[in-house]
Each structure stands twice: as C-alpha cells, then as structure tokens.
C-alpha cells in the first residue's frame, strides 16, 4: 500500500469523471432526442446524416415545384374544356347556318353569336395565367405545332427536369392554315359553308391534342410527385436511423451510468480513508 499515491481512490476517481460524462451524454440525447449532438458523437455518422438532410431538403423543393405546375396544369385544363364547349356551339351554328332557308337576317343573328363566342375564346387564351405565365396565350408561339416550353426543376441532380408546353389558342391561331385561321369564321357567306365547317373541326381537333399533351403531363407530373414522396420518406428514416436517440436505450444508458456514478461516490469515501487507516495501523506498531 502507497501512502503518498492513492492508487486506488484514483482509479475510482477516474472512473467516476467517466461515467459522469457518461451520464451527462445520456441525458442530453434524451432531452433532445438526438443521438448526434455534436461532430464528436460519431463524425462518419454525421456526415451521412447531413447528406441525407440536404438530399431531403432538394426534394422536397422539387415536390413543391411539381406540385405548382400540376395545379398551372390543372388550371389550363379547366379552360381548355370551356373553348372545346364554346367550339362546339361554333359547330352547332355553323351546321345551323348552312341551312338554305335562313334569311339574311337569320345569318346575321347567328353571326354575332359566333363572333361574342370567338371573343369568348380570345379571352380564355389571353386571361387563363398561373402565376403571371400564359401557357395557352403565348403570342411568341407562332404554330401550335412548335409550341414554347416551360422548364420545372423535377429533382435534385443536374439536368432533371420537366418541360412544360406553351401554345396559342386564341382565334388567330387556331386552325391556321395559311392566311386561314378561325377569325376568319363568316356565316354570312354561303360559299364559305364548307370552309367554316373546317375551320371549326381543325380547331376542335387542335384543342382536343393540346388537352392530351395537358393530360399526359398531368400524370407524369403526378407520378413523379409520388416517386419523390417516397424517396423522402426513405431518406427521413435512414436519417432518423443515424440522427435520432432511441429513448429506451438512452434511459437504460442513463440508469446505469447513473447507479455507477452512485457507487464510485460510495467508493472514493471509502478509499480516501485507506491511507489515515494505513496510519494508525503503523502507530499500533510503535
């Protein structure tokens, strides 16, 4: 026995500091849940885990954009059906029209529906925006055929992306052949009953192609919002998995830790008395 070094009180004294801190890690990854607190706790772990978040953080930006352009999508769509309803009743008047036995008078009545309805169309075209874009009024867009386009950001790697369609439908534009296009709709000639009958089944053909290509895209933007979802949530627990503290274990850490911390307390009032016991066990020699 050592009387100027208490071995033994040190030992225990050293294991003390240690569960002390062990005990101390485990109520703070209690009180926040988190097992990584600081770069310490695991580094490698750490750095996945950021990975993770900011992977998780570029998708879920990418969902919102996906999720705004099925709603601009949506939004096109809805005033898409209302030209193909007001195409239609074009179609009805014209057929109505070419009946031999309207007057002048007759013609001109059902021309001025026909012309309040052209309007009708031009002001969908022009009006239906999201977000100030016009995806159905673009007057850059020369022929639907060629149409503009919109890009979305659709992930989070260089070069994933959606395009998204801009065409025309106004009047001018429609069913354009030529110097021809459904402006020039005019009931009031009867010479022009064949043309006109055309000009309003292009237009309508026109419409209804436009209105697929919505459509399509609306499922595929619909997909991808899903497919993105899915990988969030893979991606949220294989970071809870490196980031969040498991409370049971945490607690049962703590427990011990702290029943430790309780016994070397006992402990070192008991080997800090060995070398006063050592003392008078020498005066008893004398």
């Known amino acids: ?36 607190n600081s ?8 750095g996945r885990s950021e990975l993770f978040r900011m992977q998780i953080r570029g998708l879920q930006a990418a969902q919102r954009n996906l999720q705004d352009s099925v709603s601009m999508v949506q939004a096109v769509d809805g005033a898409l059906s209302t030209v193909s309803d007001s195409l239609c009743r ?11 036995t309207n007057t ?30 016009k995806l159905i009024g673009d007057d850059d867009v020369i022929d639907n055929n060629n149409p503009r386009y919109l ?7 260089v070069g994933e992306n959606i395009k998204i369609p801009r065409f025309d439908i106004s009047i001018d534009k429609l069913a354009k052949d030529g110097a021809l296009s459904l402006k020039d709709l005019d009931i009031t000639d009867i010479n022009k009953i064949s043309q006109n009958l055309k000009l309003i089944d292009d237009s309508i053909k026109e419409v209804s192609k436009i209105r697929s290509k919505y459509g399509a895209l609306q499922s595929r933007l619909e997909t991808s919002v899903n ?29 011990r830790n702290n029943i430790l911390v309780e016994s070397s307390n006992a402990m070192m009032v008991q080997t800090n008395n060995f070398p006063q016991d050592a003392l008078r066990i020498l005066e008893r020699l004398k």
């Not at 001025?112 to 100030?132: C, L, R």
């Open 104 to 133: 002048s008078e007759d013609l001109r009545t059902i021309q001025n529906e026909i012309n309040s309805i052209k309007d009708h169309i031009n002001s969908v075209a022009k009006e239906t925006e999201f977000n100030g874009i």
């Open 39 to 46: 770069a310490k706790d695991n580094p490698n772990a750490l």
């Open 90 to 100: 074009l179609k009805e008047l014209a057929t109505q029209a070419s009946n031999g």
């Open 227 to 255: 497919n993105i979802d899915f990988t969030v949530c893979t991606s949220e627990k294989a970071e809870s998995y490196l980031r969040d503290a498991d409370l049971a274990e945490e607690m049962m850490d703590y427990a």
């Open 151 to 157: 890009k979305v950001v659709s992930g989070t790697n």
């Open 1 to 36: 026995m050592r009387l100027n070094h208490n071995m033994m009180s040190m030992n225990v004294y050293r294991n003390y500091t240690k569960d002390l801190a062990g005990r101390a890690d485990a109520i703070s990854k209690i009180s926040s849940g988190i097992k990584l």
